[in-house]
């Protein structure tokens, strides 16, 4: 049985538990008391030295970081259509992938993180970085149903929760009807499920 | 013959030079002018939306990021090794290119743009994710040769520049043995090439 360390309110736990559903893949979830501090303890600092979640524990091979969970997940339980073989499809979805570890990650989800749990970013920065992540996601939305190729990709699904729990940091989506159509999208995807922050 | 619009400082971009040299690519290299803002200039957001270099053109596949050029120039142009097939081995690898993504970039490469091209990053917020990813290849490095499998893969290619460069950033290697071993093992690699700053 496939074990994911969880926690309810992590868009980066969400992107997993996302696509753990849309592939029915079966796993169990023990919830990491974030803010207790547990990612801070030794036992879990063996799990993944980063000291985040998510970690996946499949039958003993242990995987921190959610872009590289999704790939494993893509590349082990699920049909090539979400990870493709070919060398110009990868580089697409790997394309997008950096953009959600990087103009997402650092403007939308820190603009969140701010707003929710008072974390210490400059909100410029992490308005300036989410509105570029927006308008690069919405320009590509605008000439594509999904990001990377023509059908659903794991870059897509990891694009997603941050780019949807926009709002709570601050950061509108109503400029971006490209992104907003895209979320209708994901959300009419079979075996989607959501998350608290969403609806 | 591919074409990669290059910067000669870009640390970013040394990975794709190095990575082409260690497999034999030929490539033509269009050096931009990112002082004088070329990155922000139509012809070149034409090529990449987010107005960075390192971008290729491979008879005509545009292809943006580091991390997406490594994993196309692997999966196209080298032996599997670099970025292998096997479920396990890719998450391992891309482990550590999120890494690259995060802890390298916002640390160690921010902490060396405040330095060298007066870019306004927060000092204490770079230098604090620069240890964290010394810190965490350090001790991947005691215990591994190569960072994501048994054998150099695009994951030490892509944390090898700004981890190197460190120094132009202000922050010292020598703390950290198992990583200047490992810098010293891919200097060893066939067809190495370096880069201004880290000789």
Known sequence: MLTLY????SG??????????????D?????????EGET???SFLKLNPRGQVPVIDDEGEIIW?????????????ADRTWFPDDALDQ??????????????????????????FNRPFDPDECNAMGLAALKLLDDQLSQHEWLATDQ????????????ALAPEG?????????????????RALPGYVTMPGLD
Chains 1, 2 share one sequence.
Do not use: H
């Not at 980066?12 to 893949?25: S, T």
């Not at 796993?27 to 803010?35: D, G, N, P, V």
């Not at 970081?65 to 339980?77: N, P, Q």
């Open 152 to 163: 659903p990709t794991i870059a897509d699904i990891a694009c997603y929760p941050y780019v």
């Open 91 to 116: 580089a697409r979805v790997m394309q997008w992938l950096a953009v959600s570890e990087n103009e997402v990650l650092y403007g939308l989800a820190r603009a969140r993180g701010i707003r929710l």
């Open 65 to 77: 970081d959610s872009m590289a969970i999704l790939v494993y997940l893509a590349r082990g339980y």
């Open 6 to 9: 969880d926690f309810p309110l």
């Open 170 to 186: 601050g950061i509108e989506l109503t400029p971006y009807p490209a992104v907003l159509a895209w979320i209708k999208r994901i």
């Open 27 to 35: 796993y169990q979830s023990i919830e990491i008391k974030l803010q």
């Open 40 to 42: 801070t303890q030794l």
């Open 12 to 25: 980066n736990c969400y992107k997993i538990r996302l696509f753990l559903a849309l592939i029915e893949k």
